[in-house]
C-alpha cells in the first residue's frame, strides 16, 4: 500500500494535520502537493502543540523525509522561519526536499494579493493574505519565478523584470502603491540561495524512486475539496487543485500509483472566507443563550490557525461529503472532533437542499443555485457523555454510534476513523488506514 493521498473533504481545518500525523509512524516519505502557507494545521503532542504552514505535518515525525512538491507555491522567508522554529523545538529537519519546479511566492504577490482584495470591497474573498493567488496566476501566465531560477542570477532578474513590468503600473495607477524594484525583490531572494540549495531536488523522481522500492508515500493536501480551483465553490475558492487529482500533477507521481485517497470530514462544516455555506448556523449578534453556531466555535475552538479569523460554522452536510467522496476517489472517510457535539440534545444533518421549491440531492452545479440552496435537515438524537476517552467504537454511547453510522450511509463511503479530541492519540480506528497490500 504505497501511496496514499490526504484530502479535506469540506472547506478546509477537518484535523488533516492530525490525521496524518496518525499515521506517520509508518510511512517513508510525505509530500505536500499544493496550496502555500495559506493553510495552517494544528497538530497536538503531548503537551506540545505545533502549528505548521508551509511544511507537510508528516514533518513531525522522526524518520520521514519531507517534501515540499512542484504543485505548492513557497514563501522562502516563512519556510525558513517554520524550519528554524521546529528545529529550535528539537525537531529533525534536515531531511526536507524541495521541488526545483515549485514556485516561489515574492512580495509584490503579498502586495497583489492584498491590494486586489481591497479593491474587490464587498465582493471580496476572504483570502488569507499570504500572495497565493497572484502566485498561481503568474505561474499559469508563465511569467513566474521558479525555485531553480534562484540559482541563475541573471536569469532571475530577467524573469523579476518581466514579472514587476506590468505589476508596477497596476500598483502605481491604478492602485495608488509605491512600485516595488527589481533589485529589492532578488536581492531578497538570492539571500536565501545558500540555505535553499541543498534541499532542491528533482522531486518526482524521488518520490518514483521511493514507491519503486516499495516505500509508503504519502501526499498531504492544504485546503480542501471545496477550496478546490476547479471543482470548490469558484470563485470563493484558493487557487490550487487540492483534490486528489492534485496529488499526481502537484508531486508528478502518475495518478495510477495511487492506492488510496483518505478523506478527512468534521463532524460539523466550518469556513473561513466567503463564499456559499448551505448549513452555516448565523445566530442573532451576542445571542443569549449562545446560539448553536457560537457553541460549535467555542467548544469546537473554531479560528484559523493562520489568520486567527473566527470560523463560519454549521451542521453536517452530506451532500459535501458524498461530492468529496466521487471528486476525489475517497476510500475511507475519518470523521474528527465528533467529541465537539457531546452534550447536545439533538443533532441536525443536511440531507438534501431545496432549491426554488425542488429537493436535490447532489451540489447543484449552478453556482447560483448553491448560494440559494436551503438545507434540509434530518434530526439525530444526542449523547452528554465526555467522549474523550473512547478508543474502541464500543466505547462510544450508542446515540454517537448511531450518529457515526448514519453519516457513514449518507456519505457512501466508510468512516474508518473517529476523532474524540485534539489529543494525538483522542480517536477511535475502526478500520486500518494503511493496510500492507490492496
Ligand atoms: P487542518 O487544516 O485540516 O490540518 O486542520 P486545523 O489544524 O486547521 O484544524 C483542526 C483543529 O482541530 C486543530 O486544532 C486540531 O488540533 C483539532 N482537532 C483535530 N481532530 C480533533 C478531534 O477529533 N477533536 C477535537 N476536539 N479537536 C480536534
Ligand atoms: P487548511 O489547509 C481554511 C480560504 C481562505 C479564502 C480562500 C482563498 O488549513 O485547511 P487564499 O489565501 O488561499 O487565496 O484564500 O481559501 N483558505 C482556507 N480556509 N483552511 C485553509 O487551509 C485555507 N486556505 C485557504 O480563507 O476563503
Ligand atoms: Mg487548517
Same mark, same amino acid.
Given at each position: 500500500m504505497p501511496a496514499v493521498v490526504i484530502v479535506g473533504?469540506?472547506?478546509?481545518?477537518?484535523?488533516k494535520g492530525k490525521a496524518t500525523d496518525l499515521i506517520s509512524s509508518r510511512i517513508d516519505v510525505v509530500v505536500k502537493f499544493n496550496g502555500g502557507n495559506n493553510a495552517g494545521h494544528t497538530v497536538v503532542v503531548g503537551d506540545e502543540k505545533y502549528a505548521l504552514h508551509?511544511?507537510?505535518?508528516? !514533518?513531525?515525525?522522526?524518520g520521514v523525509t519531507p517534501v515540499i512538491g512542484n504543485g505548492v507555491v513557497v514563501d522562502l522567508g516563512v519556510l525558513f522561519n517554520e524550519l528554524t522554529a521546529l528545529s529550535a523545538r528539537g525537531?529533525?529537519?534536515?531531511?526536507l526536499l524541495v521541488s526545483a519546479n515549485a514556485h516561489v511566492i515574492t512580495k509584490y504577490h503579498v502586495t497583489m494579493d492584498r491590494v486586489t482584495e481591497r479593491f474587490l470591497g464587498?465582493?471580496?474573498? &476572504?483570502?488569507?493574505?499570504?500572495?497565493i493567488g497572484p502566485t498561481y496566476a503568474d505561474k499559469i501566465n508563465r511569467v513566474g519565478i521558479r !525555485?531553480?531560477?534562484?540559482?541563475d542570477e541573471s536569469i532571475l532578474r530577467q524573469k523579476v523584470e518581466a514579472a514587476l513590468e506590468v505589476k508596477n503600473h497596476l500598483l502605481v495607477k491604478i492602485y495608488n502603491r509605491r512600485a516595488i524594484t527589481v533589485d529589492e525583490v532578488v536581492e531578497e531572494l538570492l539571500s536565501y540561495t545558500d540555505r535553499l540549495r541543498p534541499m532542491v531536488a528533482d522531486t518526482a523522481l524521488v518520490l518514483h524512486e521511493a514507491l519503486q522500492d516499495g516505500r509508503t508515500v504519502l501526499f498531504e493536501a492544504g485546503q480542501a475539496t471545496m477550496l478546490?480551483? @476547479?471543482? &470548490?465553490?469558484y470563485p470563493f475558492?484558493?487557487?490550487?487543485?487540492?483534490?486528489? =487529482?492534485g496529488a499526481a500533477t502537484g508531486s508528478g507521481?502518475?495518478?495510477?500509483? !495511487?492506492?488510496r485517497v483518505i478523506g478527512i470530514a468534521k463532524a460539523y462544516v466550518t469556513r473561513v472566507g466567503a463564499g456559499p455555506f448551505p448549513t452555516e448556523l448565523l445566530d442573532p449578534d451576542g445571542a443569549e443563550p449562545e446560539g448553536p453556531g457560537a457553541r460549535l466555535r467555542r467548544i469546537g475552538f473554531?479560528?484559523?490557525?493562520?489568520?486567527g479569523r473566527p470560523r463560519r460554522t454549521g451542521w453536517y452536510d452530506a451532500l459535501v461529503t458524498r461530492y468529496a467522496s466521487r471528486i476525489n476517489g475517497i476510500t475511507d472517510l475519518v470523521l474528527t472532533k465528533? @467529541?465537539?457535539?457531546? &452534550?447536545?440534545e439533538r443533532i441536525p444533518v443536511c440531507v438534501a437542499y431545496e432549491v426554488d421549491g425542488q429537493r436535490v440531492?447532489?451540489?447543484?452545479?449552478?453556482q447560483t443555485d448553491f448560494h440559494h440552496a436551503r438545507p434540509i435537515y434530518e434530526e439525530f438524537p444526542g449523547w452528554s457523555e @465526555?467522549?474523550?476517552?473512547?478508543?474502541?467504537?464500543?466505547?462510544?454511547?450508542p446515540n454517537a454510534r448511531s450518529y457515526v453510522e448514519a453519516l457513514e450511509a449518507m456519505s457512501g463511503?466508510? !468512516?474508518s476513523a473517529v476523532g474524540v =479530541?485534539?489529543?494525538? @492519540?483522542?480517536i477511535v480506528v475502526r478500520h486500518d488506514l494503511l493496510p500492507d497490500a490492496g
Open positions: 473533504a469540506q472547506w478546509g481545518d477537518e484535523g508551509l511544511l507537510p505535518s508528516g !514533518i513531525l515525525t522522526p525537531v529533525d529537519v534536515s531531511r464587498k465582493r471580496q474573498i &476572504g483570502t488569507t493574505g499570504r500572495g !525555485i531553480q531560477d534562484l540559482f478546490d480551483v @476547479d471543482h &470548490g465553490t475558492v484558493t487557487s490550487s487543485s487540492a483534490t486528489s =487529482g507521481v502518475a495518478p495510477n500509483r !495511487i492506492d473554531e479560528f484559523g490557525t493562520t489568520t465528533l @467529541d465537539v457535539l457531546s &452534550g447536545l440531492e447532489e451540489i447543484p452545479v449552478n @465526555d467522549i474523550s476517552g473512547a478508543r474502541e467504537f464500543d466505547d462510544l454511547p463511503t466508510r !468512516i =479530541g485534539a489529543d494525538r @492519540d483522542a
